[in-house]
């Protein structure tokens, strides 16, 4: 690797000798960005600085901060110190290679200056209460639970009866070099589709790497950093490093009453025929010690420290999650003393229990195995499948992709078939335009490629698969109708995607078209026409007579060289899956449009978990063409089985390689269909707010009226504080659709209703990906539950699982009783012990309990789907013909 080329993580970790996981959290410190996972990618300035740190040579020191003091650590205080003569490279005091407790000095307490001479970070003397004032918070642990956190957790009579010196693991882990469990991409995140990433959107500053600075503290929950860790009584000298995956610390010594319990139950270990007790020993001290040569109170300490914690086999592999009982045995210890252990870092879990990856290379730590980590096979089929990154001299120009968005009946498709016309009668020669999902426009010799896919689609449910394959949304707004709810949905849509927006303000053929009301409108979504000082281009048209087309054309061909979209089409292809069907007589077909490289027939390749070689490919024109390069549609024949619109699509050399891709993610795909592929939700938001460092909480609003809608809007992004940011990504009026849920999805949002119902398919579908939709009927409760979420104080409570829906057929008058809704079950079950809800034209009119569920005369306790039922209300006799009543139960949730 030379020193100017990207590398990944893994990659260097290996050339630096530090375990990815760290590596990890020193980049995280050095506020290099988009660094997720031993995958991910480091650029060269970045690379650079590690190496240097690694070497000793210290990054370079904010200006700001104060002049480096040789500050004087407190006894008492859990503040990392690094002696003089320590060679182990230090980031904001962390050492980054953390080296094993030398039980010589592990009394030292004075400060003594850092390998060069200063203090790396600078920081003002840190308060001794305990609270973590470094400008580089710990990294948090799996599950949420930092070791460190777990640590300071636990009760103080716990840690305080330690000696100064005594091992504490959680805080030697995480408060030291940290272990970042938390890193990996959020459930729903947003995967990009293979290919370059493209210029839309914000684009990353410079590398991405801000070099070291203050960062602010103060995570919730954040643990003292390095509380209770080696570090805070071993200040005396370490080794400079240690082999990667050597254990990180000795093991501990304990006060005395709890090392004879313990040393009675070692005793009883040593008689395990895993390893006699003498070479238990001898290997025990060669390693930590040396064998010879010791004074006697050393030698005391040794034996004290045999007695704590025998040897365990030194090296494992763990490359994916792991059972507690498979990783015990292969420690060598006993699963209880495993899940004792996993406590003790505030992991519950059962023998037959899963631990991630992170954990599990911890705990192992802990037992001092050197871990080696290695990429699960999923890990190494992405690096497969990503392929190499493109160098900046084989990209070349490509079409823009465009999707037309906007309101309905605004003349979407009359503007698509206008287009096209305009294609036809400019360069084709009788060809017949065919439906396979988009089609190509060439005009001014330059290309346009249109998405036929229904706007939304585009921007959600291919998004939420993790293609995002626009470059620019054309909204269509008419201009006689103006901004209506789908095309604010459709705006809220493309920011959501960072996707420009071009507008066509369209049927100006008409006698009531307004422009200019069309873009003051506009103005209130942060539209600004270019004509009014703003970047938004706006183009009247008529889809009806053509007027305006050209310059649309015009428009695109102009957004799309802003955006300087590139791709290399001399390499093997890649590209997303935007349609497919099963084709009697072909079998099954599908869209691919190219993002990169050049896709031939006889190409092997991998499409979601499908695979196949290109039989054929057909053009947007019907036209059999043996290749398409990036931007290009094109139909192709040749899938084993029916790929989903959405998915990528990579050539591969080998057809072996393809199936055993294609077979292993058809694997996952039926165990995530378990419930543990999870979107997110505001109960387990707090939890990824410490996982991973969540910045934003995304919401999507609906409310029954504009008012609240906005009203909501408003009082929820004012909740925004230093740590997280509210972002309301669409706030509009009606029920809750399949739309609201994809887009929350695709944008890992929650979706917050205000009086209003829940589409049914929506709910199918919000239950299967996991979005969590909260309904409120008072607008404080909703602003109170977001609040507590990002203040981490969200207890989690009664969550509401809808048993079924009824529709009101007859509305029968009792005498004395009151209205009776004879209805009929359209779904689920009815339960008289429920609760309902009655929806009228998709708002929520009241709520409350059933009063009476009868099937002809008699009572009844339940009412099942495809049957009919008169139910009664408490204290309601509004029923009217066509109400939906919404049953639903309260369930307690348990806090995750
Ligand atoms: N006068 C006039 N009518 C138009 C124009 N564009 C579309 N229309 C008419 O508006 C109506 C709706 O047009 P569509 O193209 O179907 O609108 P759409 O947005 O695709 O509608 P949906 O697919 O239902 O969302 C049709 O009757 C069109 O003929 C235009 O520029 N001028």
Redesign the pocket.
């Known amino acids: 690797m030379t020193e100017k080329e990207k590398v990944r993580v893994y990659e260097l970790a290996k050339e630096v000798k530090l375990d990815s996981r760290r590596l990890i959290d020193l980049l995280h410190r050095l506020h290099v960005e988009n660094i997720k996972n031993h995958m991910s990618t480091v650029e060269p300035e970045a690379v650079q600085t590690v190496k240097n740190i690694m070497e000793g040579k210290l990054p370079p020191e904010p200006k700001s901060q104060e002049p480096a003091v040789s500050e004087p650590v407190r006894k008492t205080e859990p503040t990392p110190s690094v002696p003089a003569h320590s060679e182990g490279p230090t980031v904001a005091g962390t050492p980054l290679v953390s080296s094993s407790h030398d039980e010589k000095n592990h009394v030292s307490t004075s400060a003594k200056p850092m390998a060069n001479g200063a203090r790396p970070d600078n920081r003002s003397p840190r308060p001794t209460n305990g609270r973590d004032n470094r400008p580089y918070p710990p990294r948090e642990g799996a599950n949420g639970r930092s070791a460190a956190s777990a640590s300071s957790n636990r009760p103080a009579s716990a840690s305080t009866s330690r000696p100064q010196t005594s091992y504490n693991a959680g805080g030697t882990r995480t408060g030291g070099a940290g272990y970042n469990g938390g890193n990996r991409p959020a459930g729903g995140g947003e995967r990009r589709g293979p290919g370059p990433s493209r210029p839309s959107g914000p684009r990353p500053q410079g590398s991405g790497y801000n070099g070291p600075g203050p960062r602010p503290s103060g995570r919730p929950g954040g643990a003292p950093a390095g509380a209770s860790s080696n570090r805070s009584g071993g200040t005396g000298p370490r080794p400079a490093s240690r082999p990667i995956g050597a254990p990180l610390a000795a093991p501990p010594t304990r006060p005395a009453r709890e090392q004879n319990r313990r040393g009675a139950y070692n005793k009883d270990r040593r008689t395990t025929p895993a390893m006699s007790s003498g070479r238990r020993k001898n290997a025990w001290e060669d390693e930590n010690y040396g064998s010879k040569h010791r004074s006697k109170s050393q030698k005391n300490q040794v034996k004290q420290q045999e007695t704590v914690m025998p040897p365990v086999q030194r090296h494992i592999i763990i490359s994916s999650a792991i059972m507690v009982k498979d990783l015990a045995d292969q420690l060598g210890v006993k699963a209880t003393e495993l899940i004792k252990r996993l406590i003790g870092l505030g992991v519950m879990a059962g023998v037959n229990q899963e631990l991630d990856r992170e954990t599990a290379v911890i705990i192992a730590t802990e037992f001092g195995a050197t871990v080696e980590e290695r990429a699960t096979q999923e890990e190494q089929e992405e690096i497969i499948l990503q392929g190499e990154d493109d160098s900046p001299e084989s990209l070349t120009e490509r079409p823009p992709v465009v999707t037309v968005m906007?309101?309905?009946?605004?003349?979407?498709?009359?503007?698509l078939?206008r287009i096209r016309a305009t294609r036809v009668t400019q360069s084709e020669a009788g060809g017949i335009t065919q439906h396979i999902g988009a089609s190509v426009i060439e005009w001014n010799d330059r290309k346009v490629v249109f998405l036929d896919t229904?706007g939304h689609e585009a921007f959600t449910s291919m998004r939420a698969r993790g293609a995002q394959v626009t470059d620019v949304a054309v909204l269509?707004v008419?201009a006689n109708d103006g901004v209506m709810p789908q095309t604010v949905e459709a705006i809220n849509h493309a920011k959501a995607a960072n996707v420009p927006i071009v507008v066509a303000i369209?049927?100006?053929?008409?006698p009531g078209a307004n422009p200019d009301k069309v873009r003051t409108e506009l103005s209130n979504y942060g539209l600004i026409a270019e004509e009014w000082g703003g970047d938004t281009i706006m183009v009247p048209?008529?889809?009806?007579?053509g007027e305006g087309i050209e310059n649309l054309l015009e428009a695109l061909i102009l957004q799309a060289d802003v955006l300087e979209l590139k791709a290399n089409s001399q390499r093997a292809a890649q590209g997303t899956i935007i349609e497919a069907k099963l084709d009697k007589g072909r079998g099954p077909v599908a869209t691919v449009l190219v993002s990169r490289g050049m896709l031939n027939v006889g190409d092997v390749f991998v499409a979601g978990a499908v695979y196949g070689r290109v039989r054929a490919l057909i053009n947007d024109r019907g036209q059999r063409v043996k290749s398409a390069g990036p931007s290009m549609p094109v139909e192709v024949l040749g899938f084993n089985q029916l790929p989903e619109a959405g998915d990528d699509f990579v050539i591969l050399a080998d057809e072996r390689q393809a199936k055993s891709i294609a077979d292993s993610r058809q694997d996952r795909i039926r165990r995530q269909s378990e419930p543990n592929a999870r979107g997110v939700s505001l109960d387990d938001f707090l939890q990824r707010l410490k996982d991973e460092a969540v910045k934003e909480l995304n919401l999507v609003i609906k409310a029954d009226v504009h008012g609240s809608a906005e009203a909501l809007a408003q009082s929820v992004s004012k909740l925004s504080n230093d740590e997280v940011r509210v972002r309301v990504l669409h706030a509009g009026v009606g029920s809750i659709t399949e739309t609201d849920v994809m887009l929350a999805q695709a944008s890992n949002a929650i979706i917050v209703g205000f009086g209003v119902g829940v589409e049914n398919k929506a709910r199918q579908i919000a239950e299967k990906e996991h979005v969590d939709i909260r309904s409120y009927r008072v607008i404080y409760d909703a602003i109170d539950d977001i609040n507590k979420a990002l203040r981490g104080m969200l207890e989690p409570k009664f969550q509401e699982v809808i048993l079924g829906r009824a529709e009101v057929r007859e509305v029968f008058r009792v005498p004395k009783i009151g209205a009776i809704g004879g209805c009929y079950v359209t779904d689920g079950k009815i339960l008289r012990s429920g609760k309902v809800r009655v929806l009228r034209d998709g708002a929520v009119i009241h709520e409350g309990n059933i009063a009476s569920l009868k099937r002809f005369k008699d009572d009844v306790r339940e009412v099942a789907t495809g049957f009919e039922c008169g139910i009664g209300l408490e204290k309601f006799n509004d029923i009217k013909v066509g109400d939906i009543f919404e049953a639903f139960s309260e369930e307690e949730v348990k806090a995750s």
């Not at 369209?506 to 008409?510: A, E, G, P, R, S």
């Not at 048209?541 to 007579?545: E, P």
Request: charged share 25%; hydrophobic share 35%.
């Open positions: 906007g309101h309905v009946d605004h003349g979407k498709t009359s503007l078939d229904p269509v008419a369209n049927k100006i053929d008409l048209v008529s889809a009806r007579t």
